[in-house]
């Protein structure tokens, strides 16, 4: 069983709302990510905190801001999306960032916007 | 560059006979190779890990990877399939040039594994 835990597991949104994606992770690690996977495709890295501070943007649109208030918890904020938005949205922790570490998972919160 | 190169988009087996799942990579320096299994609406669980310690590798589920540095091949295998074994599989090569795990991962596009009764 994942100990990375995500909610919602699903959630819908108009393209003017304002939600939030949240991660919680017991493990002790001090990296957090977010990835975003679209149908049949392999995911793709979104952002990366590391001890608690943004390490990593992968040049991701501004209407998509994470947050990460301690080193168990990470956000993902959302505003203003677009229809092309909608994924499956995966949050990951590992022991910490450096390359090497085995990054794990959690459930993924699919997001449809509409 | 690092690549890792999943060999089959599709494979389908019959329950109770072997998988095969086949990878290849490219990598100058030693990798550090994953497979990781994607079960359908779930997140993705990792089945194994290569880090050099030894070449085959067991992992979860009864699966198993063998790595060939000269064949450059990270094949997942599996003594005979379960239905439940029905999933999208990718295989991942760390690139060590790169110093930070997330931007390190290298993911082949998947495998999807069909198992019929």
């Known amino acids: 069983d994942t100990e990375v835990t995500q909610t919602p597991k699903h959630l819908v949104m108009g393209m003017t709302n304002k939600k939030s994606l949240k991660c919680e992770q017991h493990?002790?690690?001090?990296?957090m990510y977010w990835y975003k996977q679209k149908a049949k495709k392999p995911p793709e890295l979104m952002f990366v905190y590391s001890y608690e501070k943004l390490s990593i943007n992968e040049s991701v649109p501004s209407r998509f801001s994470p947050e990460c208030p301690n080193s168990s918890l990470l956000n993902l904020h959302l505003h203003a999306l677009q229809p092309e938005d909608s994924a499956l949205y995966l949050c990951?922790?590992?022991?910490?960032?450096?390359?090497?570490?085995?990054?794990?998972f959690g459930e993924g919160s699919w997001l449809t916007v509409v | 560059a690092q690549s890792v190169t999943q060999l089959d988009s599709h494979v389908s087996v019959s329950e109770g006979t072997p998988v095969l799942l086949r990878c290849n990579y490219s990598s100058s320096y030693s990798p550090s190779l994953f497979w990781y299994v994607q079960h359908p609406n779930k997140g993705l669980q990792l089945l194994l890990k290569y880090t050099s310690a030894a070449t085959l590798v067991k992992g979860i589920n009864g699966f198993e990877a063998e790595f060939k540095k000269s064949e450059t091949s990270f094949h997942l295998t599996k003594p005979s399939a379960h239905m439940s074994d029905a999933a999208e599989y990718f295989c991942v090569v760390s690139d060590p040039t790169r110093r930070q795990a997330g931007t390190a991962l290298i993911f082949g596009k998947g495998t999807t594994l069909s198992v019929s009764s």
């Open positions: 493990m002790g690690h001090r990296a």
């Open positions: 990951a922790s590992s022991h910490d960032g450096e390359r090497g570490n085995t990054i794990y």
